[in-house]
Nanobody, 126 residues
Framework: QVQLVESGGGLVQAGGSLRLSCAAS????????MGWFRQAPGKEREFVAT????????YYADSMKGRFTISRDNAKNTVYLQMKNLNTEDTAVYYC???????????????????WGQGTQVTVSS
């Protein structure tokens, strides 16, 4: 079965950086679009970034552009989210998501993804 496991979260001071990892198993990585989402307490889960493993580019929510970078390592079946210039607004649980996609498309909504990791907490202190 498909399993996604996030890691790399933790406590960081404002202005600092973190790199999150999502290790995927039980899937053929090249057939899945991957994305990052986050959810703060009392708020809806929101799109952060996506990279299709068979796609043509990377895409980010406006508030993340220039600060976050999504990347992948095909040999490790792992996707990453490099975060810099973190602020307290970035405090949330970050989730990795996967969608089986025969078409080379980009997906930016929660409803478009089939599999989710358990999430990793990121807390940014002032």
């Amino acid at each position: 079965q498909v399993q996604l496991v996030e890691s790399g979260g933790g406590l960081v001071q404002a202005g600092g950086s973190l790199r999150l990892s999502c290790a995927a198993s039980g899937l053929t990585f090249s057939m899945y679009a991957m994305g990052w989402f986050r959810q703060a307490p009392g708020k809806e889960r929101e799109f952060v970034a996506t990279f299709n493993w068979r796609g043509t580019g990377t895409y980010y929510a406006d508030s993340m552009k220039g600060r976050f970078t999504i990347s992948r390592d095909n040999a490790k079946n792992t996707v990453y989210l490099q975060m810099k210039n973190l602020n307290t607004e970035d405090t949330a649980v970050y989730y990795c998501a996967a969608r089986l996609t025969p078409a080379w498309e980009t997906y930016r909504t929660v409803e478009e993804y089939d599999y989710w990791g358990q999430g990793t907490q990121v807390t940014v202190s002032s």
